[in-house]
DNA sequence: ATGAAAGCGCTAACAA
DNA sequence: TTGTTAGCGCTTTCAT
């Protein structure tokens, strides 16, 4: 099929038997017109589908309506959430979204800035996989940007990060309210930045409620195989528990694995919390596990938000922490 | 900080000292000029990090270098690495992706399309979460449309979909070739496409080998439990059987689990495989599965190669399959 | 209340 | 070989 030249504000005006510059303004509500101009132009736009060409609109504005989205290792599990919250809010302010993949290579997000900076956007988020700190982006020549899950260094930067802290003491109270007291810590890797501040904040947390971890957090990989290893290795140091706190939903449910194979009951006799509230993790587990929840998307709402302000003029540099949410399943309370 | 004017080509023209339209030549390798002018030139540009408005670019050459990718169930599982392949081969021919969710519903998805024909865009991929067909798109206005992963139902569209019959004549062929005979098929819910269209493609396969189902493929949910509790249902019924080809690698996991749970060693006394090869589900079952994998990366990369066709004017209506692979691991070989 | 015309940044046809 | 000019589609002064 040819593709056929779609109408121009020329092809409206000419049907309406008026200028192109009073259908413009009809179109624009723009300077004054008789009522019923605009009426004809209207109906003249409509009968031939009119849509404005953005580029000639582009050309003149000095802005796209378009933003450009980073994703700095490979978009993962993780970022997909946040992508779907962002161009939810942006979507919906007739922002467009051009998504970057750039694959954890630096040469790579280099060259799909430089894409995005000669694309003219008027924004640019910046997501990756897991949270923790980055290098701000080279110069964005005053292009706003907001730093998503993860923090820029710069604290002049726009960041939205997860409250993990928050989200590991919901975790603490939950199990202190359902009446645990010997609690352990089984985790990621020790320099692994989530692993260790959401350890940090439980430990602090159980503190402030007179309680004290059966053992220093076990620190390991993020599996479900390191979960049920930790297990005996609680089991081997004979060390009584009844209720672990896991830093992912993978090694929870490892460690529910292990401990069904050894005759305990959760949560009956040792209550479970995960983290991150991957479903087909947490789901899967048997029993389904108790998690906490990070709301990437709601996350991605608010970078979004944050970037629609900043490109209107109202930048909101520094970290905003985003809540999480605990999601109680059977791991914690009996079905 | 005040975003600075980028700079123009007339700027770059007054550096260099020529006329605007001796600049736009020498950077576009247009007519003939001198050598050192060129060079002038390009130097001048190099000098002011000159790159072309796109919208003015647009504008005169009716095309905008970008194209939209619609994702009409949620961006999920499947839908990430198609994204990435295809942004992957467009990224590299200077084209961009604007991404866009319709979440499952018609209005949101009627809207995408009208925003991005609205925006011009170049072309259009169209991917969903489950392979099958769809109905095509609404008008396009001539606007070239590939389907990727799940196909057009109407022949004129060009549609790109994973070869699943041949992915299933890979597993069984593999369970075949270490040995197997007494093969039983565990999958998901008869109506679901996939289901039905891989399960169909094994028996005939296995047939073509003389070899016989144990039982009639078994129907339930796409997940672990069901996997479990057809493991049971096999038992109860006792049917003695030596490979399972599961529908998904979450089934296969639950067999794995089931199996291990009472008594039986997989692979010595059962041979397993799996589809999809979904690292989370096919790395952490006990053993690792064998899986089919898909290729969706390379799939996104071929649906974006046709488009790039298309766009050229060639375009290759059909159906196009993508060929699966075949992933071994230890739930067929020992270790 | 409406129309004419200039200009956004760039390319391409035409002149010189 | 280089410069001049028109025009892509639209918005926006400035005349009328």
Redesign the interface.
């Known amino acids: 099929?040819?593709?056929?030249r779609?109408a121009t504000i020329r092809d409206v005006a000419a049907l309406a038997g008026v200028s192109v510059g009073t259908a413009s303004k009809a179109l624009n509500g723009r300077g004054s017109l008789r009522a019923d101009t605009i009426a004809r132009v209207r109906q003249a736009a409509d009968q031939l589908d009119f849509?404005?060409?953005?580029?000639?609109r582009?050309?003149h504005a000095g802005r796209?309506y378009?933003v450009g989205?980073i994703t700095t290792d490979?978009?993962?599990r993780f970022s997909?959430p946040l992508?779907?919250g962002a161009?939810?809010t942006l979507?919906a302010g007739e922002m467009?979204?051009?998504?970057?993949?750039a694959r954890d290579d630096p040469i790579r997000e280099q060259h799909?800035l430089?894409?995005l900076?000669?694309?003219?956007v008027d924004g640019i988020i910046v997501t990756g996989r897991r949270a923790g700190t980055r290098r701000p982006l080279a110069s964005t020549?005053?292009?706003p940007v907001v730093y998503a899950f993860l923090a820029s260094t710069s604290p002049d930067d726009c960041s939205v990060i997860s409250d993990e802290p928050g989200g590991a003491r919901l975790a603490a109270d939950h199990l202190l309210t359902v009446g645990r007291r010997r609690i352990a810590v089984i985790t990621g890797p020790e320099h692994h930045h989530s692993a260790r501040v959401r350890a940090v904040a439980t430990i602090a947390h159980l503190a402030a409620a007179g309680v004290e971890l059966v053992t220093p957090p076990l620190h390991g990989e993020w599996?479900?195989?390191w979960g049920r290893q930790a297990v005996g290795l609680l089991s081997a140091q004979q060390i009584s528990f009844d209720a672990v706190i896991c830093g992912s939903d993978?090694i929870a449910r490892g460690v529910a694995d292990a401990l069904r194979e050894t005759g305990r009951h959760v949560p009956q006799d040792v209550a479970l919390t995960g983290f991150d509230n991957w479903d087909?993790?947490a789901l899967?587990s048997r029993p389904p596990l108790t998690s906490i929840d990070m709301d990437l998307e709601g996350l991605g709402r608010a970078a979004a938000s944050l970037l629609l302000k900043a490109i209107e003029g109202n930048p909101a540099p520094g970290t905003h922490p985003h809540p999480a949410k605990l999601v109680i399943r059977d791991s914690t309370v009996p079905a």
Do not use: K
């Not at 849509?51 to 000639?56: G, H, I, L, M, S």
């Open positions: 099929m040819q593709r056929p779609t849509q404005p060409n953005p580029a000639a582009s050309l796209t378009t989205m490979t978009i993962g997909i992508l779907i161009e939810d979507g467009s979204v051009l998504l970057c993949d799909h430089r894409t900076l000669g694309r003219r020549a005053g292009v599996s479900e195989a993978q087909v993790i899967a």
